[in-house]
């Protein structure tokens, strides 16, 4: 692990010394996080982004554990205990108020990091395997916001479990009968909302278990870096403490007043207000929409409204339903071959000309665009948007990306990270 | 800062020591960048450098906010609004003959209400006060005029349990009041401790007749 050059940990006091040799612990953590990792010294900010997603983690589990001690997962009363942390909690407000912001800049933060690997290429190898753990981590996510947003048992809550549950029924077969296992019913009710609860309160450390593979891994080939270049010398690093916990400690420091000013100013700015009317199994509300971070997979969900057949026959292969259904969880799942659908050895856009266009100018502007059309209502304009846009998301993984890979002429790249900074080329006793 | 720049020799050794042992530890390059915005001023270097304060000033700045932002995860332990809310009930004794009691429920904890007899009257203002663990009279527990009735919480001051003796049959105590089951305290007329671990008299809540038969508890 790590490289040839990290520096040893040292234990100085007596009791340091008991402690490691019993249970290097902070060995761990001085070899993990502390002096003990070398890590690039050319670092730009999108690398706070990791750091960020943790911290957001903890403030999840930590506002969470508190809201669990007032909250009860029923259906006569899951509304008014979550009214009830809101007015009578001492501080519940609060901690309600930064457990719902916290969902949406643990999200945030995560796109970033994301957009960040994407960019950088950091999926490429020998760093593939921290990229399918990220997206393992970003599957937990969604399910356990999703889930989450279950829990308050207002309109939103309600109809977002019958219409994410719904996905299920358009498994041919086994669908209805899959979902009704999965609610414990046939809508959503005091079994699902039990379940749903138990779940949300486990996936949280599931990710943390799962994030710290992703770490482990990580460390394996060390971190990557914007040139892509990989570290050749003890020149190319820095130690991360103190260099990039000072940097990720200002990093924080500006992610947190974003946070605090939402949470403080805009509470529900990222909220709908018909999930402040109890859950009503009668009625659906006019517009519905998931959160903010899910509208990109709805707007390909709701793309899909034709169905396969063969053409002037009337056969149908595949139900418009069941294409949606598969084209949004396929969104994802694509992400897990990414390593091996961008071939090309180079791994930083910043020397790929090609693959920068049609990233700057494709991919980007086609997952603005489905966020935009996935929060509007299904009107004609909006979907045929949403169905050009989910066609080129597609295109771009599994038709240009690997074309772009081939025919690419990259710009030259430099010797060594140090050479990328300082201009100057390794000497050669390096 | 100009106090710092001037700090004399004795301090200089260990901190120069210091920033040996990071330069080394850095990679050479790095090295110089720290050694150059180090804070040092010119060769001479100093015992106290400028980041320190950046140092401090920010490690403090962290610690305040964590401990603002412990506060209200700690606070939403404590009772709620609503729990604050049920601070006071009213209750008609209008039925309770001399001798027996009611038990009835404030603030989620059990309430004795007693009708006192004369001769327990008598009993309890028999006992030499200076003589009790916690010495307190029957007129200091109950209202003026209304010396019969006896309003304490049914919660024993050694660990909380209910006592008995509100109900009829329930044994008493030695001295004719409650008896906590638990660990064998006594209470006397008066509700007084007598004998057995409990440390306090049966606590008397807020009470005021609002009628001759309504009691308003809290």
Not at chain 1, 42 to 61: E, K, R
Not at chain 1, 316 to 334: E, N, Q, R, T
Not at chain 2, 124 to 153: F, H, M
Request: proline fraction near 8%; charge should be positive.
């Amino acid at each position: 692990m790590s490289f040839p050059w990290a520096q040893e940990y040292k234990p100085q006091g007596t009791v340091s010394k008991w402690v490691d040799e019993r249970l290097p612990l902070p060995r761990l953590v001085y070899n993990a996080v502390g002096a003990g990792y070398p890590v690039p010294r050319n670092l730009n900010y999108f690398w706070n982004f990791g750091v960020l997603a943790g911290v957001a983690l903890v403030i999840q589990i930590v506002t969470g554990i508190v809201l669990a001690m007032h909250y009860y997962a029923s259906v006569d009363g899951a509304f008014n205990s979550v009214e009830h942390i809101m007015r009578d909690v001492n501080s519940g407000w609060f901690v309600r108020y930064a457990h719902m912001n916290g969902a949406s800049f643990f999200f945030i933060v995560v796109y970033i990091h994301i957009f960040r690997g994407l960019f950088y290429g950091s999926y490429k190898a020998p760093r593939e395997m921290i990229w399918l753990l990220g997206v393992t981590i970003f599957l937990l996510m969604m399910a356990t916001a999703f889930m989450g947003y279950v829990l308050p048992w207002g309109q939103m809550s309600f109809w977002g479990a019958q219409v994410i549950t719904g996905f299920f029924s358009a498994i041919p077969l086994v669908g209805e009968p899959l979902r009704q296992l999965l609610l414990g019913g046939f809508a959503p009710d005091q079994a699902a909302l039990n379940r749903f609860f138990s779940l949300h309160y486990l996936l949280p450390f599931v990710i943390a278990g799962v994030i710290i593979l992703h770490i482990w891994a990580l460390h394996i080939p060390g971190s990557s870096n914007p040139t892509g270049v990989s570290v050749k010398s003890e020149q190319d690093t820095v130690p991360f403490h103190p260099y990039y916990t000072a940097k990720d400690g200002f990093g924080l420091g500006i992610f947190l007043i974003f946070f605090v000013a939402v949470t403080f100013f805009a509470p529900n700015m990222l909220g709908h207000p018909d999930n402040y009317i109890p859950a009503n199994p009668l009625s659906t509300p006019a517009h519905i929409v998931p959160e903010w971070y899910f509208l990109p997979f709805y707007a390909i969900l709701k793309a899909f409204t034709v169905d396969f057949g063969i053409p002037f026959t009337g056969i149908i292969l595949i139900p418009a339903k069941l294409m949606g259904v598969l084209a949004m969880f396929g969104s994802i799942l694509l992400l897990f071959f990414l390593p091996w659908l961008d071939t090309s050895p180079v791994r930083s856009g910043h020397y790929r000309p090609l693959f920068r266009k049609f990233f700057w100018y494709g991919l980007i502007p086609c997952i603005v665009i489905l966020t935009y059309c996935g929060g509007k209502p299904p009107y004609t304009q909006w979907v045929v948007l949403s169905q050009i846009a989910a066609a080129y998301y597609f295109a771009h993984f599994l038709i240009i990306l690997p074309i772009v890979s081939r025919i690419e002429r990259p710009l030259p790249l430099p010797n060594s990270i140090t050479e990328a900074v300082t201009g100057k080329p390794l000497p050669a006793a390096a | 800062m100009s106090t710092v720049k001037k700090t004399k020799s004795t301090a200089k050794k260990p901190a120069v020591k210091k920033a040996a042992v990071k330069k080394a530890a850095a990679a050479p390059v790095a090295a110089q960048v720290t050694a150059s915005d180090n804070g040092h001023h010119g060769a001479e270097g100093s015992g106290v450098r400028r980041r320190d304060f950046i140092h401090i000033a920010a490690v403090s700045f962290a610690g305040v906010g964590a401990a603002a932002v412990a506060m209200p995860l700690v606070s939403q332990m404590s009772a709620s609004a609503d729990v604050l809310a049920l601070a006071s009930i009213e209750v008609d004794v209008a039925a309770i003959q001399p001798g027996q009691a009611i038990k009835t429920s404030w603030r989620k904890q059990p309430v004795f209400i007693r009708n006192l007899t004369p001769a327990e009257i008598e009993e309890a203002n028999k006992v030499d006060v200076g003589s009790l663990r916690d010495p307190q009279t029957l007129a200091d527990r109950t209202k003026p005029g209304k010396e019969n009735w006896l309003i304490t919480l049914g919660v024993c001051t050694h660990l909380g349990c209910v006592p008995l003796g509100a109900a009829a049959g329930e044994v008493k105590g030695e001295y004719g009041g409650y008896f906590c089951p638990c660990h064998g305290s006594h209470y006397d007329t008066a509700a007084r401790i007598r004998k057995g671990p409990a440390p306090l008299n049966l606590a008397v809540p807020e009470f005021a007749f609002i009628s001759d038969t309504v009691v308003k508890i809290g």
